[in-house]
């Protein structure tokens, strides 16, 4: 991106105190948060998605103090963000974020599990969104596990999920970009999907779900 536009866009975000502390804090945590491009893709896509028979948003992260309030934002009254990480010292710290940015605990939930085993006793057809931060080991499993959980109108966040454009080298047969690409493979697969694909991080795929 041109770089005096991508200053320009950070620099118009007026992002408030607590999202610049949740930052922070997942830095000493050594964590990957999304940039303020993405963030704000984030909340715009959490608004678009409002749907009568959703009951919010899923964020599986370790970053959920960033990911969390950017979705947050976006979320109407009604809606509850859940938070799937098996660090509870992450969660314990996401807490804290939402409850000093004003966000009342009735807006969140956490569920301090491995995502593959707590996402599928979660309702189906019921959230508007699904944030994943995944290694690409697992970026199959989520996918399929994650796909049923969407309303009709809802989307798929796979962060990360193209590995800076690796996926196209054919030379690369590692484990990663194997799996990589068969998750890519899957997504392109789904029926009833909408999938796009932006150079935002290692590069995010969005999946849409276009019929219930």
């Not at 997942?26 to 909340?43: K, R």
């Not at 959230?127 to 690409?136: E, G, R, T």
Request: with cysteine.
């Amino acid at each position: 991106m041109n770089p005096a536009l991508s200053s320009y866009i950070e620099s118009t975000a007026n992002e408030d105190e607590a999202l610049h502390n949740a930052r922070q804090d997942a830095e000493e945590f050594g964590l990957t948060v999304p940039d303020i491009m993405t963030g704000q893709l984030l909340t715009a896509l959490t608004a678009m998605t409002r749907n009568s028979r959703s009951t919010g948003a899923v964020a599986v992260t370790p970053a959920a103090s960033v990911v969390g309030l950017y979705i947050l934002k976006g979320l109407d009254s009604t809606g509850i963000l859940t938070c799937i990480d098996p660090e509870a010292e992450h969660q314990r710290q996401a807490r804290q974020t939402f409850r000093d940015a004003g966000y009342s605990p009735s807006r969140y939930r956490f569920l301090p599990s491995r995502p593959l085993e707590v996402m599928g006793r979660l309702a189906e057809a019921s959230y508007q969104l699904i944030y994943v931060d995944a290694s690409p080991m697992d970026m199959c499993a989520m996918v399929t596990t994650a796909w049923p959980l969407l309303t009709e109108g809802g989307v798929l966040i796979m962060a990360d999920a193209l590995l800076d454009g690796t996926l196209a080298d054919e030379s690369r047969k590692d484990r990663l970009t194997v799996s990589a690409r068969e998750a890519d493979a899957l997504i392109n697969s789904l029926e009833g999907a909408v999938v796009s694909r932006l150079p935002l991080g290692a590069g995010m795929t969005l999946v849409t779900k276009t019929t219930p």
